[in-house]
């Protein structure tokens, strides 16, 4: 089968030096360390929501259990997957700052190092 000639094919896609660099330990590293955090804190988070949806619909008269006045478990259960939401933001925060950015930094430097200029997104993040 051959390429339409309006469809490019892979290495004219892209720049070259994205494969040096996707090649790199640094970037093997990066994507270890991002998956690391990712897909447990996803699968965390998952489990938890399905935990609330199954109690809800198998547990009733546990979730209708009042707690104060006219608040629930199940009303709890609901506001501490918003709690959970931005509780895993603010975590992923602190962990793409400290163990994510400066290797991604590093990468963008060296791909700078190899281009001679800034990486087309940083180029377009700064206005340029």
Avoid at 6 to 35: C, G, I, M, N, T
């Amino acid at each position: 089968m051959t390429t339409p000639p309006d469809v490019p094919d892979q290495a004219s896609r892209h720049d070259p030096v994205y494969d040096q660099l996707s090649a790199a330990p640094e970037f093997h590293e990066l994507r270890k360390r991002y998956r690391g955090f990712v897909l447990p804190a996803t699968a965390a988070f998952l489990a938890w929501y399905l935990l609330y949806i199954l109690m809800s619909n198998y547990a009733g008269s546990f979730m209708d259990t009042k707690v104060v006045g006219n608040i629930n478990v199940a009303l709890v259960f609901g506001l501490l997957q918003f709690a959970t939401t931005f509780g895993l933001a603010f975590l992923y925060a602190r962990y793409s700052e400290s163990k994510l950015d400066p290797l991604a930094r590093e990468l963008n430097a060296e791909y700078v190092a190899q281009k001679g200029t800034h990486s087309p997104r940083r180029h377009h993040e700064e206005g340029h």
